[in-house]
């Protein structure tokens, strides 16, 4: 089982910029898809973005042109930087680990959870 430990997270004003790290443990890496979701107060856990081990990638639309998901294999880290940010990125944020050869991204799907990290979007 992969172990994930996210950082990063804060407070920053609306426009701004945020970047969030979660390194990974316990299993090879390349394993995984990584993936980060999202979760607002009273919402449901929502999928944010995806990167393949070969470095993929697929975004949420609401968040299309404005976050970038990465990952550095040799560091065993993924991350997601975060631009232009709006109140409603408020929501913590969760690094997900899903195994290779899962049919899709989802949180059905995810193996392993990071502990999550609040960012708050002030307007």
């Known amino acids: 089982q992969v172990q994930l430990v996210e950082s990063g997270g804060g407070l920053v004003q609306a426009g701004g910029s945020l970047r969030l790290a979660c390194v990974a443990s316990g299993r090879t890496f390349t394993s995984y898809t990584m993936a980060w979701f999202r979760q607002a107060p009273g919402k449901e856990r929502a999928f944010v973005a995806t990167v393949t081990w070969s470095g993929d990638y697929i975004y949420a639309d609401s968040v299309k042109g404005r976050f970038t998901i990465s990952r550095d294999n040799a560091k065993n880290t993924v991350y997601l930087q975060m631009s232009t940010l709006k109140p409603e990125d408020t929501a913590v944020y969760y690094c997900?680990?899903?195994?290779?050869?899962?049919?899709?991204?989802?949180?059905?799907?995810?193996?392993?959870w990071g502990q999550g990290t609040q960012v708050t979007v002030s307007s």
């Open positions: 997900a680990a899903v195994p290779r050869g899962a049919y899709r991204v989802a949180v059905t799907t995810v193996s392993a």
